[in-house]
């Protein structure tokens, strides 16, 4: 099980560095390549901040906020603090994202972003930005709905258990 919760993140970083890569040498000066015209366009865009441009040009606030963040996922799934595989995977799927944006901002000083979704007028983002945004939405779905039903599942197993070695010891 180790090894597939390893080629989560790894996958999901290999996939944001090649696509970014193949923005870099096929977007950066090509500006805007429409895949569906005035929906979905893949543009070239350099954002030395994080979501939506907040903290623009704060590499190393974000570094450190970043790190922060990588270092109490690794505690939390080293000390088991969410129990599920579900609820596992959500922080992998955040581990890979934020490690994709990492890599662009240590290697870059910036993150390169090329999807860009025009039918709302959303941010222009990429896959890392996907994966975090897929992992943090899951698992507040985790957190809210299937959390409380786990723990309480559990409460009452440890409470049946507790009861059945008291009614043996009779």
């Known amino acids: 099980m180790l090894i597939i919760y390893l080629l989560i993140p790894i996958l999901g970083v290999a996939m944001d560095q090649v696509t970014k890569h193949w923005a870099v040498t096929h977007l950066q000066f090509a500006g805007t390549i429409p895949v569906w015209e005035g929906v979905f366009h893949l543009t070239y865009c350099e954002n030395t901040g994080a ?42 799927l955040i581990l890979g994202g934020a490690v994709g944006n990492l890599w662009d901002r240590l290697a870059r000083g910036y993150v390169v972003d090329f999807l860009d979704f025009r039918l709302i007028r959303f941010p222009i983002f990429n896959v890392a930005d996907v ?40």
């Open 131 to 170: 994966l975090l945004n897929i992992g943090v939405f899951a698992l507040l779905i985790y957190l809210i709905l299937i959390e409380p039903k786990h723990s309480k599942k559990e409460k009452n197993r440890e409470n049946h258990s507790v009861d059945g070695d008291a009614g043996g010891q009779r």
């Open 51 to 92: 979501a939506f441009s907040m903290l623009s040009d704060k590499r190393w606030l974000l570094l450190l906020i970043t790190l922060a963040l990588l270092a109490l996922i690794l505690v939390a799934l080293i000390r088991d603090w969410i129990p599920t595989v579900f609820g596992r995977v959500c922080l992998l």
